[in-house]
Every structure is written in structure tokens, then in C-alpha cells.
């Protein structure tokens, strides 16, 4: 069956630092993969999108990486800030579907 | 622009009562979407019309579930009857298209209790 994983427990990091969230899947072949952005409350926002022809991608302090080949994306945030801190999402357009499926996200705390 | 726009934001209702939550997409785009989110499974996609056609209604989980989307600017999620395990919340999303790497764009949510 098709999964998205992302680390469940929460990634608390000091402020200034890097953080690195992870995202594999299984038995998906994606032309692209995005990341969202969800704020308690709130619903998801678009941060980036990764092509499948594409290594990385880059915004700012974000960087995402994709690696078809072990069926994983890395996405990092430079020099962390305490409004940072928020669940991250990543999705997948689910194969034989045209909508995206969403992995469970990972809850980053960045502490001042 | 305005964005997805959902109503109600919060909702609490008794078993056995209809629910209905409503969504107007964002102006041009033609595809939508209906997500619910839980912490036991996260967001789930229930189901998405395509220039106001369902195109796909498999998350859709019983038969007390039912959308429409009689135009371009409007959308409804129904529960009937509604029961406590249908707590969650519910957003809507809206895109250009399905086209593949379109951005899609969510509403604050419709946080529903059945009590």
C-alpha cells in the first residue's frame, strides 16, 4: 500500500541552528512532491514545490532535497527562528489520483 | 484577494444531527477539495471536483457523507446523520486545475464536535 512518512515525535531545536525534517515514501512514483506549512488552528500554506528532475530546491532559509532513488525528501530551514516553529507537511499527488496526499507532518519547536 | 472562505469556523452539534459545512473557493480557481484532519490520521483527502464535477469520491467515508458543488463559488460538505467519530476538522482547498505541481490553496477550517 501507498505511505508518506514523516517523524511523528516532535524536532525541538535551539534558535540559530538548522532543522532538518524527513519525508519517505513507499510505492509512489511522484513527478513532484510539496511542503506545507500548518500553524495551529490554521490550515496548511504552501511553502515549496521539488520536481523529480530537480535535486534541490532552494527559498530564502528553505531548502528541500529529493531523492527518488531511496524515496525521500530531506527539508531544512537555516539559521531557525522561534516563528519557525509549526507542523510541517509534506504531500504527495497520490498515483491514479489527481489530488495530493498529505503525510501526517512532524511539529517543530524552536526555542529561543 | 480573499481567500478559501469556509463557514461555520466552529461547530458543535448533537448525534444524529445534520451538519452542514459550506466553502467558496478562491475566485478563477476550478478545482476543489474537501480534507478532513484528525490527530489519529492525519489530513485526508474525502473528495475533489473538477469545474464542478466530483472526479473522485473514494475518501468519502459512508454513505452519511455527501458534497455538491452547484457552481463555480460554491461548495457543501454534508454529514447525516452525524456521530462523535465524525469529529474533526474539516477544510476546504481550492487550486488552478490539476494540473500536476499546482499549488493548492486552504481554508481556516470548519472545526465540527458531535457531542
Known sequence: SQKIEQNSEALNIQEGKTATLTCN???YSPAYL??????PGRGPVFLLLIRENEKE??????????????????FHITASQPADSATYLCALRDTGRRALTFGSGTRLQVQP | ????????????????????????????????????????????LLIYFNNNVPIDDSGMPED???????????????????EPRDSAVYFCASSFGLISGNTIYFGEGSWLTVV
Open chain 1, 25 to 27: 515514501y513507499t510505492n
Open chain 1, 34 to 39: 510539496q511542503w506545507y506549512r500548518q500553524d
Open chain 1, 57 to 74: 530546491k532552494r527559498k530564502e532559509r528553505l531548502k528541500v532535497t529529493f531523492d527518488t532513488t531511496l524515496k525521500q525528501s530531506l
Open chain 2, 1 to 44: 484577494d480573499a481567500g478559501v472562505i469556509q463557514s461555520p469556523r466552529h461547530e458543535v452539534t448533537e448525534m444524529g444531527q445534520e451538519v452542514t459545512l459550506r466553502c467558496k473557493p478562491i475566485s478563477g480557481h476550478n478545482s476543489l477539495f474537501w480534507y478532513r484532519q484528525t490527530m489519529m490520521r492525519g489530513l485526508e
Open chain 2, 64 to 82: 452519511r457523507f455527501s458534497a455538491k458543488m452547484p457552481n463555480a463559488s460554491f461548495s457543501t460538505l454534508k454529514i447525516q446523520p452525524s
